[in-house]
């Protein structure tokens, strides 16, 4: 069974840097798409960032040099560090695995991340 554990978030100043995991279980040998999504509240869900097996990476504009996306086939995790943090990057974040074979989404629990002015 698929499951995804989020850790690494919390309070940070703006201007400063957070990094944050994602653990995937029972994916180990199947190609698939991980991201990172983010939703504030009275928002919709929007793409943060993404990562493929072969590590291609895609970010959303307003992400684009500030934040890093990661992976370790390895071990099933990947990593979102985030510098330059902004009060608009408060938001729940979410981790995402996207099955390239069958395209089917799971999703972990989230973690909080606020970024105080």
């Known amino acids: 069974q698929v499951r995804l554990v989020e850790s690494g978030g919390g309070l940070v100043q703006a201007g400063g840097s957070l990094r944050l995991s994602c653990a995937a279980f029972g994916i180990f040998f199947s190609p698939s798409t991980m991201g990172w999504y983010r939703q504030a509240p009275g928002k919709q869900r929007e793409l943060v960032a993404t990562?493929?097996?072969?590590?291609?990476?895609e970010y959303a504009d307003s992400m684009k040099g500030r934040f890093t996306i990661s992976r370790d086939n390895a071990k099933s995790t990947a990593s979102l560090q985030m510098n330059s943090l902004k009060p608009e990057d408060t938001a729940t974040y979410y981790c995402?695995?996207?099955?390239?074979?069958?395209?089917?989404?799971?999703w972990g629990q989230g973690t909080q991340v606020t970024v105080s002015s």
């Open positions: 990562v493929t097996t072969d590590g291609s990476t």
């Open positions: 995402n695995v996207q099955r390239t074979r069958t395209g089917y989404d799971y």
